[in-house]
């Protein structure tokens, strides 16, 4: 059977690039890998085929070859001076050696220990006015011990025999072979043989710390406080992780808050909403007088400047806006119902009494009509 030739099979025109020749050859390969499809018996050959195809392209002198007298110039059966047909594992390996953890790569050194996340959960008044607290977490030390070698004391790792220190093995998969961290030293070159008792080799153990935490007055949800170091320390003697203490703020029974503002609803009697009145309210520094003006309806928001919050990141001062709510007066005496009588007959059906009212009707009537045009 003729061979294919080797541009049509890897899908580009004969100008293709080297970059353009690997892109095509990780997808075909991709597609037709052995392991993927163990129930089509073409899939093999298709993946020597490409895998062949690619091997010629890629050298330069190969390709000049191929390009001046086709296959025979480089088949050494039809008189071609380039034998063979490479090494299939060192092909994939180039192209695949970031996806199967294969490649070129030495030994691991050293890495960083991991980030660790703290929700520390706080009420208002501490996110507002600022804090200092202690907190307790679990994390990975550096074994003192062993000073993070995880050797016993006194001794000290030995160059792994399986990869000869290198971090790294070749395996052999069929026709191919891959280059992987090596399972016995984890990719370090060297093995212990004997292990520090306390951390058992890890070079790193569990341990409970407590730290003290400053809370920066107006922290707010979700703001994030870093402690550089203080997450786990890395493996192999790697540096420490940071912490981070995530900030939740407890749901206030009064106040609302958005941003650097404070919002509270505020009651006030049916009286006190016509007439007007002082009103005693709350805000984080303490009690404030608010005057009601007579005839407020409900819903009316009254602002008292410079009693809300100053932001981490925010030089002023927001405010306290309190929403009124006219209550209206439940489990009214006999006496009680009659004097509410008397007043909603002494008001009638004045307008100048229910300005929204005569509003709101005069909508409706308005809304009918239409309906009937």
């Not at 569990?206 to 007055?217: G, Y």
């Amino acid at each position: 059977m003729d061979k294919r030739d080797y541009y049509d099979v890897l899908g580009v025109d004969r100008g293709a690039s080297e970059g353009d020749l690997k892109k095509a050859y990780r997808r075909l390969a991709m597609k037709f890998h052995p392991d993927r499809n163990s129930d089509d018996p073409q899939a093999e050959e298709k993946f020597k085929e490409a895998t062949e195809a690619y091997e010629i392209l890629t050298d330069q002198e190969k390709r000049e070859a191929y390009d001046r007298f086709g296959h025979a110039g480089v088949d050494p059966n039809q008189g071609g001076g380039f034998g063979g047909q490479g090494n299939f594992g060192d092909i994939f390996g180039d192209v695949f050696g970031d996806i199967f953890g294969g490649g070129r790569g030495g030994r691991s050194g050293p890495a960083r220990g991991s980030d660790l996340r703290y929700n520390l959960r706080l009420s208002l008044e501490q996110a507002v006015s600022g804090d200092t607290m202690e907190i307790r977490i679990p994390v990975l030390a550096s074994c003192t011990d062993c000073n993070g070698t995880g050797a016993k004391a006194g001794t000290s790792a030995s160059t792994c025999p399986d990869c000869n220190g290198s971090g790294q093995i070749r395996v052999s998969q069929g026709f191919f072979s891959l280059q992987q961290t090596c399972p016995r030293c984890g990719g370090r070159g060297k093995v212990i043989t004997d292990p520090c008792l306390s951390c058992g080799g890890a070079g790193r153990v569990e341990r409970q710390k407590t730290l003290s935490v400053k809370i920066p007055a107006g922290v707010d949800n979700g703001d994030r406080i870093r402690l550089s170091g203080e997450g786990e320390a890395g493996p192999n003697g790697g540096p420490a992780g940071d912490l981070y203490v995530q900030i939740e703020v407890s749901e206030h029974p009064i106040f609302v808050r958005e941003g650097r503002h404070l919002y509270c609803e505020v009651p006030i009697s049916f009286a006190d909403a016509a007439l007007g009145g002082d009103l005693e309210v709350p805000t984080l520094d303490g009690r404030v007088n608010l005057k009601i003006p007579a005839e407020t309806q409900t819903g009316k928001v009254f602002r008292l400047r410079g009693k809300g919050v100053t932001q981490v990141r925010s030089a002023g001062v927001g405010d306290l806006l309190c929403k009124v709510l006219v209550e209206t007066p439940v489990k009214l005496t006999d006496a009680q119902k009659r004097l509410f009588e008397e007043l909603k007959v002494a008001l009638g059906d004045s307008d100048k009494h229910s300005p929204k009212g005569k509003t709101w009707f005069d909508g409706v009537k308005d809304f009918f009509e239409t309906l009937k045009s």
